[in-house]
């Protein structure tokens, strides 16, 4: 009955009343959309993460996957390598060697001959380091001497130091108090005062025993009681194409002594054309590559046991050529030192004449001569008393032929005397004298 009351007697009450109910399950309401929504969000945050989870899980598991397959191959191809490694001769020596070393012996490499070693990768033939040290000590400088200015002297020189040249030479006897070495006559040649430097330092004065321009060679004699090491020649006639050679000697002067160079036989019996103070001469060389420059001249060339088996004479020195050396064969200068030692000076047989290669002569001044002849000396003078006067030969006679030897010029007659005869034989010379053929018989005679 109150309540009926009030709600009539309370219209506004009731209807707050009823539109506080009505705004509560409005609330109601929203809150259970709201929760709904908040549900449905949490579920698809867990799929979401779950998603997630699962894709993670497939990443780390094919991760792991390929990690094992590398780990696993990784595995296999080493095992691969070491197996193979393993029975290769290479690492079967490095095996034995290490072995060796620690057992007490010295690690060496078995491709390697019983000569080299190995230095941190470095390749080292101690036979031939041995052998460069103890031949260097037979090596000296040669220091020429003269009255005269020297033109390439540097103008901070001493005033007093009339120095013309250095060479080397090489020692090659010592026989009591003395010691002789060998060396270019071209670089003693004119000499007033012949100096040698050896391997000490100290300097000594030399004389000159013999020389002879031809074959470009001479022989000093110094104080023996300086020397304790000689070089011995070896036999340049058992030398090959190919095989290794050591030069040795004083390149630009003393400043370089004893520089060693090293190559190979590039050639044997080379003739080379060289002007000397006794004319013309084709000179018998061994060719090498080994570095050879002015101031080796004289110095050693020696093959791999130390030996000489040339004397280094020259060099073609031209724009656009290197490695082109020369040096006198020992088998050829053997004989002309023993010879200078003995007799200061070679002995070569001679004709007596003056002469001029014809091809050099106009053919208006030997129109006598028959066209046929194309080569031969025509004689400019006779000495008197010699072989050729006492044969009858006289001025303006052109020699073609000796022994039955065509002789085609100066230089080709020269070569065929010194080597094929000597001092006391007799031989056949054809010439023409006018369009007339002779032949006449002379005895050669001492230069």
Same mark, same amino acid.
């Given at each position: 009955m109150d309540n009926n009351f009030d709600q009539e007697n309370n219209p506004q009450k009731s209807e707050t009343e009823n539109t506080s109910h009505v705004e509560t399950d409005n609330q109601t309401e929203e809150l259970e959309k709201n929760q709904s929504v908040f549900n449905e969000s949490q579920v698809l945050d867990r799929t979401e993460q779950k998603e997630t989870l699962h894709r993670k899980s497939k990443q780390s598991n094919f991760f792991k996957s390929?990690?094992?397959? %590398? /780990?696993?191959?990784?595995? =296999? !191809? +080493?095992?691969?390598?070491?197996?193979?490694?393993?029975?290769t001769p290479l690492f079967q020596n490095k095996l034995t060697d290490q072995t060796s070393e620690n057992s007490g012996s +010295?690690?060496?490499?078995?491709?390697?001959?019983?000569?080299?070693?190995?230095?941190?990768?470095?390749?080292?033939?101690? @036979?031939?380091?041995?052998? *460069?040290?103890?031949?260097? &000590?037979?090596?000296?400088?040669?220091v020429k001497y003269t009255n005269g200015e020297n033109p390439f002297a540097s103008p901070f020189q001493m005033p007093d130091n009339n120095q013309q040249g250095v060479g080397s030479g090489v020692i090659f006897? &010592?026989?009591?108090?003395?010691?002789?070495?060998?060396? #270019? #006559?071209?670089? *003693?040649?004119?000499?007033e005062k012949i100096e040698v430097s050896l391997e000490s330092g100290e300097h000594t004065e030399a004389t000159l025993v013999g020389a002879d321009a031809l074959s470009d060679l001479a022989v000093l004699k110094i104080d023996g +009681?300086?020397?304790?090491?000689?070089?011995?020649?070896?036999?340049s006639d058992n030398l090959q194409v190919g095989e290794q050679v050591i030069a040795i000697g004083n390149p630009l002067g003393l400043d370089f002594s004893r520089t060693v160079?090293?190559? =190979?036989?590039?050639?044997?019996?080379? !003739?080379?054309?060289v002007n000397t103070s006794a004319g013309k001469w084709e000179l018998n060389v061994i060719q090498t590559d080994a570095a050879i420059n002015p101031g080796n001249s004289g110095g050693a060339l020696l093959n791999d046991q130390g030996k000489? =088996?040339?004397i280094n004479s020259l060099k073609i020195a031209t724009y656009g050529v290197e490695g082109l050396g020369f040096a006198i064969p020992s088998n050829d200068a053997l004989p002309i030192v023993e010879q200078l030692m003995k007799e200061g000076?070679?002995?070569?047989?001679?004709?007596?004449?003056?002469?001029?290669?014809?091809?050099?002569?106009?053919?208006?001044?030997?129109?006598? *001569?028959? #066209?046929?002849? +194309?080569?031969?000396? /025509? *004689?400019s003078e006779v000495t008197e008393d @010699?072989? %050729?006067?006492? %044969?009858?030969? &006289?001025? &303006?006679?052109?020699?073609?032929? /000796?022994?039955?030897?065509? /002789?085609? #010029?100066?230089?080709?007659?020269r070569k065929w005397l010194y080597g094929n005869v000597k001092v006391g034989d007799k031989v056949k010379v054809k010439l023409y004298r006018g369009n007339e053929e002779k032949t006449v018989e002379m005895t050669l005679t001492s230069s």
């Open positions: 390929n990690l094992m397959t %590398a /780990i696993i191959v990784g595995i =296999i !191809s +080493s095992l691969l390598t070491l197996t193979i490694v393993f029975y +010295s690690l060496v490499d078995k491709d390697l001959t019983p000569s080299e070693q190995t230095t941190e990768g470095v390749t080292t033939n101690k @036979s031939l380091v041995n052998m *460069i040290e103890n031949t260097s &000590k037979g090596i000296v400088g040669v006897k &010592k026989d009591g108090d003395d010691a002789y070495v060998v060396t #270019n #006559n071209h670089v *003693i040649e004119d000499a +009681s300086l020397v304790d090491d000689v070089l011995e020649f070896g036999d160079t090293q190559g =190979i036989v590039s050639a044997l019996d080379r !003739s080379v054309d000489v =088996i040339g000076e070679v002995e070569r047989p001679v004709i007596g004449i003056t002469m001029v290669d014809l091809e050099q002569v106009p053919r208006m001044y030997v129109q006598d *001569i028959p #066209n046929e002849v +194309s080569g031969g000396v /025509i *004689i @010699s072989a %050729a006067h006492k %044969a009858g030969i &006289k001025p &303006k006679d052109v020699i073609v032929e /000796i022994d039955g030897e065509k /002789i085609e #010029n100066g230089q080709q007659l």
